[in-house]
Nanobody, 123 residues
Framework: QVQLVESGGGLVQAGGSLRLSCAAS????????MGWFRQAPGKERDFVAF????????YYADSVKGRFTISRDITKNTVYLQMNSLEPEDTAVYYC????????????????WGQGTQVTVSS
């Protein structure tokens, strides 16, 4: 069992930055992949980025590549999403997820999900 709690969302102007945090209840996440997804109103929940806990391998959606950075702090059981150069199109509820299956760019690779945190980017 893994409980995930996101925080750090808010309202920012275009071009601004936010850092989202995802705190995991489980001490050992060595076999997990941690991902970020986002969902805008009326749209599907889309992949943003993932990081493997043990090796730190990262992967990003094309829409955020070069602007967002995913990282993890092993001592704090926490995953971060640093979002820079934010655009109105980034407005969505952002969800943290934890899973151990293949193809971690897909939603069904993940077993656990946080409650989500709202990110709103104004123009």
């Amino acid at each position: 069992q893994v409980q995930l709690v996101e925080s750090g969302g808010g309202l920012v102007q275009a071009g601004g930055s936010l850092r989202l945090s995802c705190a995991a209840s489980r001490r050992t996440l060595d076999s997990y992949t941690m991902g970020w997804f986002r969902q805008a109103p009326g749209k599907e929940r889309d992949f943003v980025a993932f990081i493997t806990w043990s090796s730190g391998v990262t992967y990003y959606a094309d829409s955020v590549k070069g602007r967002f950075t995913i990282s993890r702090d092993i001592t704090k059981n926490t995953v971060y999403l640093q979002m820079n150069s934010l655009e109105p199109e980034d407005t969505a509820v952002y969800y943290c997820a934890a899973g151990g299956r293949a193809r971690p760019h897909l939603k069904n690779a993940y077993d656990y999900w946080g409650q989500g945190t709202q990110v709103t980017v104004s123009s």
